[in-house]
């Protein structure tokens, strides 16, 4: 049974830190891995990936220079190192996985996705 599971979520102020992590089983973990998220009332967007090496990283411009994806294949886990966090950051953190074959945060070319955690960053 495939799962992914997303932890690190929590309540901080603005200029806090948090770090998601997303831990995958039943699959090889060969894959891309993504961060999106999703605000009340809005899309889902893109917010990070990385490839399976792990030397090819990419960011949405909202969070570039304060947000680092990495990940342990190991462990089978991707995490989400949030720094300088905005109460604009609030929103429901999803992890997928997937292997991109055009624009690497587009949310259709991941096929397997965890639960999600809440992120909230008050002013």
């Known amino acids: 049974q495939v799962q992914m599971v997303e932890s690190g979520g929590g309540s901080v102020q603005a200029g806090g830190s948090l770090r998601l992590s997303c831990t995958a089983s039943g699959l090889t973990f060969d894959t891309a891995m993504g961060w999106f998220r999703q605000a009340p009332g809005k899309e889902r967007e893109g917010v990070s990936c990385?490839?399976?090496?792990?030397?090819?990283?990419y960011y949405a411009d909202s969070v570039l220079g304060r947000f680092t994806i990495s990940r342990d294949n190991a462990k089978k886990t991707v995490y989400l190192q949030m720094n300088s966090l905005k109460p604009e950051d609030t929103a429901m953190y999803y992890c997928?996985?997937?292997?991109?074959?055009?624009?690497?945060?587009?949310?259709?070319?991941?096929?397997?996705w965890g639960q999600g955690t809440q992120v909230t960053v008050s002013s």
């Open positions: 990385i490839t399976w090496s792990g030397d090819t990283p």
């Open positions: 997928a996985a997937g292997l991109p074959t055009g624009a690497v945060l587009n949310e259709n070319e991941y096929n397997t």
